[in-house]
């Protein structure tokens, strides 16, 4: 790649993941405290991004993949997109500030799918260069955690500023994308590309019990990660952290770190044994916040961040690896459509609405009993182990043998 595209991609990354990490994390403070929000109100506005997931498919594969050069329609879709999160910050009705939010994600999540088109279009050799672009991104919601939580924006009542701090990454982004590295809409692409986006290709993986096994575990999973992505922010500043947002920076920090020890790990422990441990780390995780606090257990508070290094990694990343594995090259693509559709769609959704319920089930005078709250998604992840245990059976050799049509 040229250097100015390579510049330009690092920045594109870098920005358009600083939107995400801007708003997000910290929306459930925001919505407790401008919109005096319930724990299903807050919930019903994390599954915006669930929807936004299962609908995003057909918008890149139906239209941008068609008719639009892919970095006009991303510039686009985050100039409308600035306008909307900054009209977030005027609504004091959580009614509206949902449907605004909903809008909003249906049009911020194309994005993520477009920006990866424009920098594979760019690369001669994705396998090694992408990862040195998309770890940008990690950056940049790093960065965005670092700022909100050192100008104490989350308990000055200046919460909104993070609103408006994404608002302006989303139209300079917006104005950036217009001179990003050109790349066409793709003429020849088949009417049913976004069901090919969606996965549908890929059902014939169903066919093997293991895998099938592991795509109903991966749903449930998505259960307690609804809890962390949430309400972990909330809990935090309601027990007294200071600089919340800035703490759950680690969890990325861990993330990058431990994303380096699976491609040693996926061959010689096997992929059972992977996705095992990232089950107990949530089960540990939730147990470090339901005993933590801000004096003699501090440590747990911060154990349960670091831990989403694995939580993550050893079952989400491990899964797409495994879920490429099985599939093979002739349905890749599909496979890993299909793969986030099942968890950032139908899993994170259920999550979303499911944690909210609990968490309004455990208000109190003071806030929340949060220890309860907490061992809910513990428990969940408890089960979902023991199902993983009892009926996944994978040969060590199994996870590297394609399934056949």
């Known amino acids: 790649m040229k250097p100015t595209a390579t510049i330009l991609l690092c920045l594109m990354?870098?920005?358009?993941?600083?939107?995400?990490?801007?708003?997000?994390?910290?929306?459930?403070?925001?919505?407790?405290?401008?919109?005096?929000?319930?724990?299903?109100?807050?919930?019903?506005?994390?599954?915006?991004?669930?929807?936004?997931?299962?609908?995003?498919?057909?918008?890149?594969?139906?239209?941008?993949?068609?008719?639009?050069?892919?970095?006009?329609?991303?510039?686009?879709?985050?100039?409308?997109?600035?306008?909307?999160?900054?009209?977030?910050?005027?609504?004091?009705?959580?009614?509206?500030?949902?449907?605004?939010?909903?809008?909003?994600?249906?049009?911020?999540?194309?994005?993520?799918?477009?920006?990866?088109?424009?920098?594979?279009?760019?690369?001669?050799?994705?396998?090694?260069?992408?990862?040195?672009?998309?770890?940008?991104?990690?950056?940049?919601?790093?960065?965005?955690?670092?700022?909100?939580?050192?100008?104490?924006?989350?308990?000055?009542?200046?919460?909104?500023?993070?609103?408006?701090?994404?608002?302006?990454?989303?139209?300079?982004?917006?104005?950036?994308?217009?001179?990003?590295?050109?790349?066409?809409?793709?003429?020849a692409a088949s009417q049913s590309s976004a069901a090919k986006a969606l996965g549908t290709e890929a059902f014939v993986l169903f066919k093997n019990n293991a895998y099938l096994i592991f795509f109903i575990a991966a749903i449930l999973v998505c259960i307690p990660l609804s809890f962390y992505y949430g309400f972990a922010n909330a809990f935090l500043n309601e027990i007294g952290m200071q600089g919340a947002a800035s703490k759950m920076i680690l969890g990325q920090i861990s993330e990058a770190v431990f994303i380096l020890a699976i491609p040693f790990l996926f061959n010689r422990i096997g992929v059972k044994k992977m996705l095992m441990m990232g089950m107990v780390a949530w089960i540990l995780r939730y147990i470090c916040f339901a005993y933590g606090n801000i004096d003699a257990n501090l440590w747990m508070l911060y154990a349960g961040i670091i831990l989403h290094g694995v939580c993550y990694d050893f079952f989400f990343v491990t899964g797409y690896m495994y879920t490429e594995k099985k599939a093979g090259a002739s349905i890749k693509n599909a496979a890993q459509g299909l793969f986030t559709f099942a968890t950032y769609g139908v899993g994170m959704f259920i999550g979303t609405w499911f944690s909210g319920f609990v968490v309004d089930n455990y208000v109190t005078t003071s806030g929340h009993n949060w220890t309860k709250i907490w061992f809910v998604p513990a428990y969940i992840a408890l089960g979902v182990l023991i199902y993983f245990i009892l009926f996944f059976r994978e040969k060590r050799t199994g996870a590297h043998t394609p399934v056949s049509a």
């Open 13 to 187: 990354m870098f920005v358009e993941y600083f939107i995400w990490g801007s708003w997000y994390v910290t929306m459930s403070t925001y919505m407790g405290t401008n919109l005096h929000s319930s724990g299903i109100q807050i919930g019903a506005a994390y599954s915006a991004l669930a929807i936004a997931t299962m609908i995003s498919p057909f918008i890149v594969g139906l239209i941008a993949d068609r008719f639009f050069a892919a970095q006009r329609i991303m510039g686009v879709l985050h100039l409308v997109g600035a306008v909307l999160l900054f009209i977030a910050t005027t609504v004091t009705m959580n009614g509206p500030f949902y449907w605004i939010i909903l809008v909003y994600s249906l049009l911020y999540m194309p994005t993520i799918a477009l920006s990866n088109s424009i920098a594979f279009n760019q690369m001669s050799d994705p396998g090694k260069q992408f990862p040195w672009i998309r770890v940008f991104g990690t950056l940049g919601w790093i960065v965005a955690g670092l700022l909100i939580g050192n100008l104490h924006w989350e308990k000055t009542g200046q919460i909104g500023n993070t609103f408006y701090l994404a608002a302006g990454a989303s139209a300079f982004l917006g104005m950036v994308s217009f001179f990003l590295p050109n790349t066409p809409p793709k003429a």
